[in-house]
């Protein structure tokens, strides 16, 4: 059963327009979402976050929207430019670590393509 | 700048073969992980250690065997290796006080 569900495998967007990617999610103690960048045979990286406390947070290009009550957040990356095309992964935290309620939960990631 | 490294990039090992895989982290993290990424099925979590000599297994850890004798460096071994463990195995680590990883550059295994 998973608890972070990104629905859109992949996504195709024309370079300068928005990209938007989707998350939803199940468990209602999550409190922490992360989103991670992920280039073939590289690690992830980390991107943007945004804790329950808030429901916006903008970092450059790329702003990451939540919304509690549809358990749903979003990721914008406006504009878009070829060299986002990478693997994105949305994550989420129920707390503190020292125990498994505090690992990372991910998504199984959505492909975005932005062509020139 | 801090750093999560896995000793190879890529590895090609044979059936049966006992292979291990290295994570070295200069962070000073309590918290380590090992995970491995297949297409269309995201990141799945193997092993994870919150301490030293400390060990617990995540959702996949069948065929798997972890350990973690210094804070640094948390290494992942295939017993056995056949050819459903190729894949791209990433080690990420964290600590206590903060919620997000950082990651390896990965280690892409093919077992043949």
């Known amino acids: 059963d998973q608890q972070v569900k990104q629905n859109s495998p992949s996504l195709s967007v024309q370079e300068g327009r928005i990209s938007i990617l989707n998350c939803d999610y199940t468990n209602s103690m999550f409190d922490y979402f992360l989103w991670y960048k992920k280039y073939p045979a590289e690690g992830p990286t980390f991107l943007i976050s945004?804790?329950?406390?808030?429901d916006k947070n903008e970092d450059g290009r790329f702003t990451v929207f939540l919304n509690k009550s549809a358990k749903h957040l979003s990721l914008h990356i406006v504009p878009s430019q070829p060299g986002d095309s990478a693997v994105y992964f949305c994550?989420?935290?129920?707390?503190?670590?020292?125990?498994?309620?505090?690992?990372?939960?991910f998504g199984k990631g959505t492909k975005l393509s932005v062509k020139p | 700048d801090v750093k999560v490294t896995q000793s190879s990039r890529y590895l090609v090992k044979r059936t049966g073969e006992k292979v291990f895989l290295e994570c070295v982290q200069d962070?000073?993290?309590?918290?380590m992980f090992w995970y491995r990424q297949d297409p269309g099925l995201g990141l799945r979590l193997i092993y994870f250690s919150y301490d030293v000599k400390m060990k617990e297994k995540g959702d996949i850890p069948e065929g798997y065997s972890v350990s973690r004798e210094k804070k640094e460096r948390f290494s992942l071994i295939l017993e056995s290796a056949s050819t459903n463990q190729t894949s791209m195995y990433l080690c990420?680590?964290?600590?206590?006080?903060?919620?997000?990883?950082?990651f390896g550059s990965g280690t892409r295994l093919t077992v043949v």
């Open positions: 994550a989420a935290s129920a707390g503190y670590f020292g125990g498994s309620q505090g690992n990372l939960i």
């Open positions: 962070m000073d993290h309590e918290n």
């Open positions: 945004i804790s329950s406390i808030k």
């Open positions: 990420a680590s964290t600590s206590t006080a903060l919620y997000g990883y950082t």
